[in-house]
């Protein structure tokens, strides 16, 4: 476990600078929807890999994703929201990323033991990395419901 979360803390922060670049670049939210399918196939990775030395190799496409990202996210915010309500909006968004972890663990801890219980232990945590998979992919989808205008232009 160790091992995997420095890999995820270090690929997120290798890819973060480079994240925001492409998304400054190419726009938010292609680079977000690309950053998802990244973080995503790592997930996969994780949840189907054959040997523990491929499920840890695949965290860091998801720490790159993830990095990337998260990024493309805060510029998104910060190009979209108001300059008298940023903290209030900066704050909510802190707040989603810091609760996804705990999220996860309150939905995938019952997912995992179910399908251990019916399929075996190894089935349990796979289907609980496909459900993560799922989140990061809503969380993209989630994106189509941002107006990307900038909200000085609206005041």
Do not use: C
Not at 131 to 155: H, I, N
């Amino acid at each position: 476990v160790f091992l995997a979360v420095a890999i995820v803390g270090v690929s997120t922060a290798i890819a973060a600078i480079p994240g925001g670049r492409l998304s400054d670049r190419f726009g938010r939210r292609p680079v977000i929807w690309a950053a998802a399918t990244i973080a995503g196939i790592g997930l996969l990775g994780v949840a189907v890999a054959p040997t523990p030395e491929l499920a840890i190799a695949s965290w860091i496409p998801f720490g790159i994703g993830m990095g990337t990202f998260l990024s493309a996210d805060w510029a998104l915010m910060a190009d979209v929201i108001p300059k008298h309500t940023a903290g209030r909006y900066m704050g909510i968004l802190n707040a989603g990323t810091a609760m996804a972890g705990p999220v996860f663990i309150i939905v995938a801890g019952p997912v995992q033991d179910l399908v251990a219980a019916g399929f075996g232990d190894a089935a349990g945590p796979r289907v609980a990395m496909g459900v993560a998979a799922g989140f990061v992919a809503l969380s993209a989808l989630a994106l189509t419901r941002v107006d990307p205008r900038r909200r000085e232009e609206d005041a």
